[in-house]
């Protein structure tokens, strides 16, 4: 990691006053973020001490805010936004804290919102425009107004689509996927040798982006998987050796089914990407199971829906295949169903077993009041850093600062749940399950 | 329907003076039913005028409520209560009720609680003692602090059960199949010429027991679904041709699923047991779909379990077993999600289809304010009853009056949505869906 | 209470065809309400043989529904729509199925809403044009799109307006006051000699009307009163001798103060107005409270805004007085503060008080799942009952049947708390509070 | 700002082996917290260089968490356990973390609960044994479990009681007044030569304590006072000229109504006690209202309960005593509202205001899930903290690191809305408000 990997790109010098400095120059002043202000990336005394004693630099990301001057006259400036990938609560707070900004601070006067995902770059009809009217209510409803959609497009045409409509700056809303997407356009851009900025808002649901405290949407996500929880509790509660087994989201980074156990402190077993396990054996998973429900008559169970996926690679025996023809596997949480109900037939012990998938419903509802913020605050920066010029970027939050981290620093790696953190540990107190299922 | 068919067996005559008239005879007095207070089956003019015409008797359900006499001496009396099936919103409402009824109004000195539904009766240990402080805050939870279970247990062993420990009557809260249960038990008690009494407290998610206005819990349950189907909506929104598909509890009845996409407004397909449907050919469901899709772009979809059963009956084709060798029928959601991929994969056409079941997420929540007032009246004139020494009945509510009615008649015929009523002329306004898909 | 009191007035004989005939015609003809479709206002035995014995005709509610001919021709029609005094849960959803309706069942093409109450009618620019569009989100919010106003307007200036406009039917949502300018309305229109139909949707939170089950927007103000008691119930809990003091709405009808004592279980005193009680005397509340906080250290209070009004009469000394020079009478809930905080201090125990006031948090919020759907149907019969040309009524649901109901009949009387129903019995066993505090 | 003003006290030297290594000593060993483990107190980059530069030490708060030593035999320990001040939720969140924590992690036997707040300590009979079954299932509700009480105790009384019980660890859950209390105590512990630990776990509704991210409860407060707004904000539209006036949480510091105002994007105006204004005059609050009136018909206005004390000091003009005959100052909200009827009132304009408090609604509710997750870990990392034996310090959370900070340090200054930051700005873009209305 060094100092210079996190420098941020412009697209020129930002000469232009900022109009945030009528109005109320004193206020406003002491608001501004100078050239330099910036934040440690790793603000432990030990790190510093030891990056002091070997002569290099400390690693620092730039801090976001409004600065004393503009790359982009907002008045003639098209700002471009869109949202891709997955759903996630909040993209409509964001899309509004974006347009409210860009419009009332600055005087922006052309916003337009593509439809669909990057699709809506290359579908000459793919656009609206965004104004506060449009915007005004949309931040009581899940979803996204713009619609997304998965996939890449190709890079030139996306370009071509930003050039014929003259955006300026283009804001993507996405994941890891997008980001790439957006970084190959940033690419382009400047070989092409254009002056259109790249703002990246890192949306992802499983909080699997590095350099984000915590991605939007994710707690009210949580919230919503902490009721399929006490609900699963409640059904393996309300049965003879019930056992209420409930699938999370979380591909690659187990935070939703870690931090939700923890808030309902009712799971018995909680199984995430990150810590492997086994279903057999003595110290595997369904014995553990077993004594749990030998002693105390129930169980609860949360499974990440990336847990335990090498388990499931030789299981698509061929037989079943889907329209395409391809092998469908079985998904880890109807797997473990399956398992579990075999695992005691085969030893002629009743069990009632209750599957709750949540599914969508965790992603598709409004944010809550304390992402609401936080979106607002995303949507806000983002202007900010897209009208001085800053490009091949996103918005993060990193110790509480929101600061700019290069696009390319932050889809290098993932965040995961670090097994020596304080969150596992917890999981591991709130369940009472064995360090170790193999 | 016979006047007769709706009479009320009781134990014996009830001679005992209620303690209910201590304290404020006055206001105690007033709230007294009298015997002989009924109300009619049908109120409707022409039904009446019909009946009266032909000289027949008005069939007529006895109205619930204190008696100025009782069949048991409340202080001597050990009640037994137990929950049956499924879990439902409102349960533990139900036993708070019923606990703090009879202690605090009759002074009822001795309530068994049975565990695991009809299991706990010839489990020796299968009964817990119930006061005001064991169930002083249970009903701000889900489920049963009684837990449940499906299945019938030997009628014999049950009372066998029921004489070892006294228990002078026994409230059965459960729905169809554990009214035969308690059916088959007044049996065997009238044959061994004893005198314990029934009650049942009628139980179904799905709203599909007769001479209930409502059953308890299903208004929350509704509210829950109405959640998921939000949900769907955004996501159909969110994608290009987006589908949005929600499956539901309603295994014979669609109410759920009728009165969810009423309150929502958002489903544009509401499909149910009550009305058969096709899948395939220009008036099936999967054309209809296509043209919703062509012409806005997105679908959101609502199948109850119980719908196009017959479209399921040929579908195992041998190839899945389960744990036990049973060919596994595939579910009516995940059916439906298979052939509408299909559908359009033969077309080449791209569909987003996103499919959501909250399964037991909308049944072991705690109960709403309208059901917690629901289930304090159905505990509370369940004791009335009880005390009397009604039997082989069950505390309904009809037209808004809480009634007693014969458990024979109850599980006669099942309730299921009119498709001539304003519920399913409601739905199919607001989905704008063709009247039939046949 | 004669049968020929619920006559229902027409604007003249209905002629035309429905359209709901076309389409599904078998369907349709199920769902048809015909001339004579009537239910019993009383449905007890005891009644009925009663009226039957005295040679007299049962008194009749007309049933509410759709009917084969119609007074108006839908796509010539213009229908006028406002809502009256203060905010329900529910307005919008009344509004969006009332346009809904007219629209998309009977082809209506011309919907106009009057802004602020009656105020609309009379001022030329008071109106604006309702479509589906307009209306298809509006029930996701709270209070109404139209918004409403308090007061009365000059009869004659509200009918010139509607003339001018052009008029045929105006549907009118409001409460008791509003009724009576429905009727002034509708005898002014006869006057005139002119067909425009009056047509009335009963809304009162505190479920005050008469011939209503239960008023829309009910419930969900219910369920908003649970959460103010439950914090309450804590807050009594949470200090030495805790008393945690709610005022719910309830001017004449204490509905809300008693379904949510007995939702909630938490209350141990519920004042309403129909039970007249007295603070001083060893029979009065304040020593009832101080025997509550001697034996159990804590007490939650609920207490009905129009409770006690007969104590705070001679309460206003004269020496607070509003800008406008008034008197300013206290209200019942901080009087009761002041009081209890006297009665304490006096005897030099200490006691914390906390009171809380939820007022219109109960009222602005969107409606709940179940209140959504019966103002779906609420909505939906109003357009029937409309466009039939009847007039000076309203829809009302009696016993679970939506029926019609004229204003004379619904404001001749108010529906209060009977003290010998059910509910009333809930809250004393609720409470543990003394039936009689005088 | 010292670095040595951060050093944490000690009983005495940690000499015992943890327990939390035995089980999964890998694990456990890469989950501890070293000796000299600390995060820079400011971690920008301007103040690391300007400290360089200047040859000073970097300020540094220790990092929480297990160590390898502990200073007490958890075993052999008695922990005690207060909550004082007002309600907050998370209160029970954080009860049940502690005592979960204590007993399974490491073996604590001993854990006594003291009943309403300090008094406890001094109250023979004022505690109760907090055991796994006594807290398992006390998180899902709102308040205390050991309830709180307010004001002082006798600081030598307080620690005999301590001493008499044996208690070795006093964690101490409260607000700046009670972290006085604690730290008096802790005085008296060292002057009497004993080694009894007081550990704090701030707690404060309004965030208003520094070295706190955010205090558990706030974002739980927050989201209710959005509900709140949110009503007003329907009021505001639903009557000619309304104007909602929502008065918040917030003595001091004014983050509920800022994050509140941030999160529903309604307000038009919100007041906090860092901001001064005048109500009279062209530049004043009432002018800048009815500016917004004239322009759009309706006001939404949040005002945090602190803001404008310098215009309630005047205000109590001798006329209303309280029982104990103080002078009782008006509220800011209710004053705001006479002003503003005064106002509109003398000019012959008719307004609607809707004045909602809602009080104790907002903190008297569980936590919800984030505040639920927080609560565990704060509790969690309290009893590292104690049984190392740390002493007059507290648990913070700073830049996202959990930390132990000196009692000291934390009541030194109050955590306010810097008129500057990122959240006033967005309050002032959301509102549109004039930035000074002075």
Redesign the interface.
């Known amino acids: 990691m060094n100092a210079a990997d996190f420098a941020i790109r412009t697209l020129g010098p930002a000469t232009l006053p900022s109009p945030l400095l009528r109005?109320?120059p004193e206020?406003s002043e002491?608001?501004m973020v100078e050239e330099?202000?910036?934040?440690?990336v790793d603000?432990?005394?030990?790190e510093?001490r030891a990056l002091?004693a070997a002569g290099r630099e400390?690693p620092?990301l730039e801090?976001a805010?409004p600065r004393h001057k503009l790359f982009f006259r907002p008045e003639r400036v098209t700002l471009g936004v869109v949202t891709c990938g997955g759903?996630c609560p909040g993209l409509n707070n964001v899309l509004?804290s974006l347009v409210?900004?860009a419009v009332?601070?600055y005087g922006v006067r052309r916003i337009l919102g593509f439809r669909?995902g990057y699709?809506g770059l290359v579908d000459p009809d793919g656009h609206v425009e965004l104004t506060p009217q449009v915007v005004a209510?949309i931040?009581?409803?899940?979803?996204?107004i713009l619609?997304?959609?998965r996939g890449r497009q190709d890079t030139g045409q996306m370009l071509d689509g930003l050039q014929r409509l003259g955006v300026d700056v283009l804001f993507v809303i996405g994941g890891d996927g997008s980001m790439h997407g957006a970084l190959d356009l940033a690419t382009e851009i400047a070989r092409r040798g254009l002056a259109i900025g790249v703002v990246g808002i890192p949306k992802t649901i499983d909080n699997d982006l590095c350099f984000m405290?915590q991605t939007f949407g994710f707690?009210t996500a949580?919230?919503k998987?902490?009721?399929?929880i006490?609900?699963?509790h409640?059904?393996a509660?309300?049965?003879?050796n019930?056992i209420?087994l409930v699938k999370l989201m979380g591909r690659h980074s187990g935070f939703i089914a870690c931090?939700?156990t923890?808030?309902?402190?009712r799971p018995n077993f909680t199984l995430v990407p990150e810590q492997p396990f086994r279903l057999e054996g003595a110290g595997g998973f369904l014995a553990a199971l077993q004594r749990r429900l030998a002693s105390r008559g129930s169980a609860c169970v949360v499974v990440a829906e990336g847990a335990g996926q090498d388990l499931l690679s030789g299981n698509g025996n061929g037989?079943e295949r889907?329209?395409?023809g391809n092998v469908r596997l079985k998904d880890i949480g109807t797997y473990l169903a399956?398992k579990i109900?075999?695992h005691f037939?085969?030893q002629d012990i009743e069990i009632?077993l209750?599957?709750?998938?949540?599914?969508?419903?965790i992603?598709?509802?409004p944010a809550?009041?304390?992402d609401?913020?936080f979106c607002?605050?995303l949507g806000?920066?983002a202007v900010h850093a897209g009208l001085c010029g800053k490009t091949e970027m996103l918005v993060g939050v990193w110790?509480?600062?929101?600061v700019h981290v290069p696009i390319r620093q932050v889809i290098a790696s993932r965040n995961v749940v670090d097994?020596?953190?304080?969150l596992w540990?917890?999981v591991l107190?709130?369940t009472?399950q064995p360090?170790?299922m193999t």
Do not use: F
């Not at 330099?36 to 440690?40: E, F, I, S, T």
């Not at 603000?43 to 030990?46: A, F, K, V």
């Open positions: 109005g109320d206020a002491h608001v330099g202000d910036a934040v440690l603000d432990s005394l030990r510093v002091l400390l620092c801090r805010g759903l509004r409210m900004t009332h601070h669909y699709r209510e931040h009581a409803q899940g979803g996204s619609a997304s959609s405290d707690q949580m919230a998987a902490v009721e399929a006490d609900c699963a409640r059904e509660q309300g049965a003879p019930g209420g931090q939700a923890v808030a309902s402190g037989t889907d329209a395409s399956e109900h075999a037939a085969a009632n209750k599957y709750i998938d949540p599914s969508y419903i992603r598709s509802v809550n009041a304390a609401a913020v607002s605050a806000m920066h110790h509480r600062h929101l097994l020596g953190s304080t540990r917890s107190g709130a009472g360090p170790r």
